[in-house]
C-alpha cells in the first residue's frame, strides 16, 4: 500500500513538474527543475523493479542537464 | 489558417486522450499473469536464460542476446542521432580545429576553484566505475549503454572545465562521428563472424572461437557486441556535445 502511495506521490510530482516547466520563466532554473522529473521517473522505475532503465536515466537525467546548461550559457537567460 | 490549424492539433490530442482512455479494456491488465506476455514468453526466459546464454543477468540475456536485432537497430538509431545533430547544427564557415587548444576558454565552460578540485576527484572514479558496469553489464546492473554514457560523462566533464586542459583528448564532431559508426561495425562484425561459421547472423554459439560451452561463446559474443555498444553511445554524446559548443562559439 505504502509503495502505492509513493508511486501516486512520484506521479504527482511528474505532473507538477510538467505544468511548472511549461509557465517558467527563468531557463538555468527551470533546467535544474527538469533534472528533478529526470529524478522522479528514476524513483518510478525503481518502485516498480526496473533497476537497469532508473540507471539510464539517471545517466541521461545528468547528460540532458549539461547539454540544456550548455545551449543556456550561450542565449538570453530569462524568456518573455 | 492559424485557427484551423489549432482546432486540427486539438482534435488529434482529444482523439489520442480518447484512444488512451478506450484502450485498458481490450489490453491486458498489468501484472495479469493469464496475459499472453505473461503466460509464455516470460516463462521461457526466466526458466532457460541462464542456461541459454551464460548470463546471470537477464535484462542482459534479453537485450543482448534474444534480441540482438532490436539492440543492433538501437545502437544504428543513436549513430543516427548524432549524425543529424553534426549536420544541423554544425556551422558551414570554416573552423581551424587543430587550434582549438590554444584558443581563449569557450564561452560555454565553467571555471572555479571548487568545481576544478571536486571533478579532478570524481573523473577518475567515473571512468573506473564505467569499466566496472560494463564488465559486470552480465552478472549485474548495468551495460553497454551505461557505461558508454558514464565515459561521455566524464569526458564532458573534462571537456566543459577549462582547468584539465583537455587532459583526457580533444576529439572534433566529426572524428567523433566516425568512432561511433566504428561502434556500430564492431557489432555488425560480431553478427558476421557466426555466418563464415555456418551460422545465422547473430548467432552466438557458431563463432568462430574454440570452446567449450556454447553458454561461453554466449559470453563472448555479448561482450563483443556490448564494446560496440559503448563505443557508440560515448562517441555519440560526445560528437553532440562538441557540436552544442561548436554552436555556442559559433553565436557569438
Known amino acids: 500500500m505504502s509503495v502505492i502511495i509513493l508511486e501516486g506521490a512520484f506521479l504527482l510530482l511528474l505532473i507538477i513538474i510538467a505544468i511548472v516547466i511549461i509557465f517558467g520563466k527563468d531557463l538555468l532554473a527551470l533546467t535544474i527543475i527538469y533534472c528533478a522529473f529526470s529524478f522522479s521517473a528514476m524513483m518510478l522505475y525503481i518502485l516498480t523493479g526496473a533497476a537497469d532503465v532508473a540507471f539510464t536515466e539517471a545517466v541521461i537525467g545528468v547528460i540532458s542537464t549539461v547539454y540544456f546548461i550548455i545551449a543556456i550559457k550561450s542565449i538570453n537567460r530569462r524568456c518573455k | ?252
Request: contains cysteine; proline residues 3%.
Open chain 2, 1 to 252: 489558417m492559424e485557427k484551423k490549424k489549432i482546432i486540427g492539433a486539438a482534435v488529434i490530442i482529444l482523439a489520442a486522450v480518447a484512444a488512451v482512455i478506450w484502450a485498458p479494456d481490450i489490453l491486458p491488465a498489468v501484472g495479469d499473469a493469464e496475459s499472453p506476455v505473461n503466460s509464455y514468453l516470460s516463462t521461457y526466459y526466466i526458466e532457460n536464460s541462464l542456461e541459454d546464454t551464460g548470463a546471470h543477468n537477464m535484462v542482459t540475456a534479453v537485450l543482448a542476446d534474444y534480441r540482438g536485432f532490436d539492440t543492433l537497430f538501437e545502437t544504428c538509431v543513436m549513430f543516427l542521432a548524432g549524425i543529424t545533430a553534426l549536420m544541423v547544427l554544425s556551422s558551414t564557415a570554416k573552423v581551424d580545429k587543430s587550434q582549438r587548444e590554444i584558443q581563449e576558454p569557450y564561452k560555454a565552460s565553467f571555471s572555479g576553484t571548487v568545481l576544478d578540485t571536486a571533478f579532478r576527484v570524481v573523473v577518475p572514479i567515473i571512468v573506473i566505475y564505467a569499466f566496472y558496469v560494463f564488465a559486470h553489464g552480465e552478472t549485474s546492473l548495468g551495460g553497454g549503454f551505461q557505461a558508454g554514457a558514464l565515459l561521455a560523462i566524464a569526458y564532458m566533464i573534462d571537456r566543459i572545465i577549462p582547468n584539465f586542459n583537455n587532459s583526457l583528448g580533444n576529439m572534433t564532431e566529426e572524428a567523433a562521428a566516425m568512432t561511433a559508426g566504428v561502434g556500430v561495425f564492431i557489432y555488425i562484425l560480431t553478427g558476421l563472424l557466426p555466418m563464415f561459421n555456418g551460422g545465422n547472423f547473430l548467432q552466438y554459439e557458431k563463432l568462430p572461437f574454440g570452446a567449450e560451452h556454447a553458454a561461453e561463446l554466449h559470453s563472448t559474443g555479448i561482450i563483443m557486441i556490448e564494446i560496440g555498444v559503448v563505443v557508440c553511445v560515448m562517441a555519440t554524446i560526445i560528437n553532440i556535445l562538441e557540436v552544442v559548443l561548436e554552436r555556442t562559439e559559433f553565436d557569438d
